[in-house]
């Protein structure tokens, strides 16, 4: 990075600070915080189907901690795992009744919020909302949700990041924040590029690969424009996950395309 970049990224995140200082003073205090554990990441995708979630108990006596996200908490599957924190980086994941949602995606955003109050999660939350939202009981971090191409950033959650805006990479950041010895992971499958069509209208068609789907039905996905832009951000969303490559970050969905992070391990997990 050029003098003036650095200078630059220095000024924006030093402002960064001083605006959200309340918002921040308590993620401020867990840095560094979880030398000694382990923690394992529980996302959405179709791989998560390949784990016995019963055998994650035994883990959590053993110094491993559940982190999750997305709506993992609102399938019954979650029933089987107790949770210590979970992430929701989009504003539509926060506040459902301000945006126009297909009715079975805003339920599974409704239910996710009433557990995470109910069950009273540690909750991570991007400053932008900080309190603008309902979760007043619940204890929250807040972290800087805003990229800059300039920096490298990966592992500091209160100043600029440099990776992809995908809550995957947000939670693999936030878990080296906090210095979990490994991070385990599974769930993030970045596979949606493989399960498409188009049809004679050149309409892009996908199912849903979420673990907890039976879907086989291909429907029309408005937010992609082209096959082409489809793939370079898969392609995008690949190279950024190669920027954590370096870390103690272990993938346990043996068959991922994800190909930047170890596989070998000795855990228990799987069905």
Known sequence: MDLYSNFRLTIKNNFFKLKNKKAIAKTLEIKNTKIGKNV????????????????LKKLREKNYEIFSLG?????????????????????????????????????????????????????????????????KNN????????????????????KYYGYGSISGLKALSICKYLRYDNIYFIGLDNDH??????????????????????????????NIDSIGSLLKKSSEIFKAYEKFRNYNIINLDPDSLIDCFDKNHKLDIYK
């Not at 204890?139 to 209160?158: H, Q, R």
């Not at 188009?198 to 996908?206: A, F, G, K, P, T």
């Open 139 to 158: 204890e929250i971090y807040y972290f800087n949700n805003l990229a800059d191409k300039k920096t490298t950033n990966i592992s500091d959650i209160t």
């Open 40 to 55: 394992i990441l529980l996302a959405t995708g179709k791989s998560l189907s390949i784990v016995d979630l019963k055998k």
């Open 71 to 135: 709506g993992f908490l609102a399938s019954e599957a979650s029933k089987e795992v107790d949770i210590d924190y979970y992430l929701l980086s989009d504003e539509r994941t926060i506040f459902p009744e301000k945006y126009d949602l297909e009715i079975d995606l805003k339920n599974i955003i409704l239910k996710t919020i009433e557990l995470i109050i109910k069950k009273k999660i540690r909750l991570f939350l991007p400053t932008q909302v900080y309190e603008k939202h309902s979760f």
């Open 193 to 222: 590029w493989n399960n498409i069509k188009v049809n004679s209208s050149n309409e892009i068609l996908q199912v849903n690969r979420h673990f907890y789907d039976n879907d086989t039905i291909y429907r029309k996905n408005s």
